[in-house]
């Protein structure tokens, strides 16, 4: 008897349930505060988001974006494998084409090893490791755990963002994000976004740093994007 990964990416899919949810129709636009015009002062960041982004993954759609579930019974390497993927591209929010290996071919659940597996997400290498535990004499335990790598896409930033700001200003920007990126994980990666603020009369662009977490995208304020 086993009991699944400990990581603290067992809830993975909790990132995606933010998803399509309806941010940007008429009724979520019809609510956002009136603002005023952009700053005339301040750097402009290139990218208008102007609309909710469709590819951004649900927990209805994620599983669309993988080949099918191993069965139980199928060999452990295997159900691994397909479950790093699956965490790989919830991360990254938005589908994309995946492939897996482990060093040596398989995960060891020798109690104490640390089998080390990759999953290549659109070209970017995402590193994880497996380590067992031995509990008891028929009851092992495993944690998952990421290497330190994480892959940020550009929808996924304009489609988060503007789902957790549309609702604060009606002028929003990104930096220019590469369409897929290798970045470090749950580290600033050096891209911004920023919406409009009114501060005693005088509007202002505020700048949000923009990293990837377990969850996927994460801005300045530390929250992953929102359940619906």
Known sequence: MRI?????????????????????SADDSAS?????APPKSGKELPVA??????ALLTVTTLSGALPPEPADDAPFTE???WELRKKT????????????TCEGGKVSEEPG??????????????????????????LNSYDITNAGQAVLTAKSVYGHFWKEYNGVSKHLRCDKVPDVEGVAYDQ????????????????RWVDVPVSVGEHG????????????
């Open 49 to 54: 988001i102007t609309s909710a982004e469709p």
């Open 217 to 228: 995208v994460v801005f300045d304020n530390g929250r992953s994007p929102e359940s619906s």
């Open 4 to 24: 699944g990964g400990k990581l603290a990416g067992v809830a993975l899919i909790t990132l995606v349930a933010a998803g399509c949810s309806g941010s940007g």
């Open 113 to 138: 090893a640390t089998t080390w597996c990759t999953v290549t997400y659109e070209g970017q290498e995402v590193t994880w490791s497996i380590e067992f535990e031995k509990l008891t004499d028929d």
């Open 79 to 81: 159900r691994t494998l």
């Open 89 to 100: 591209v919830a991360m990254a929010g938005t589908p994309g084409k995946t492939s897996a």
């Open 32 to 36: 956002r505060p009136a603002g005023t």
């Open 188 to 203: 600033h990666t050096g891209h911004h976004c920023q919406y409009v603020s009114t501060v005693d009369g005088e509007a």
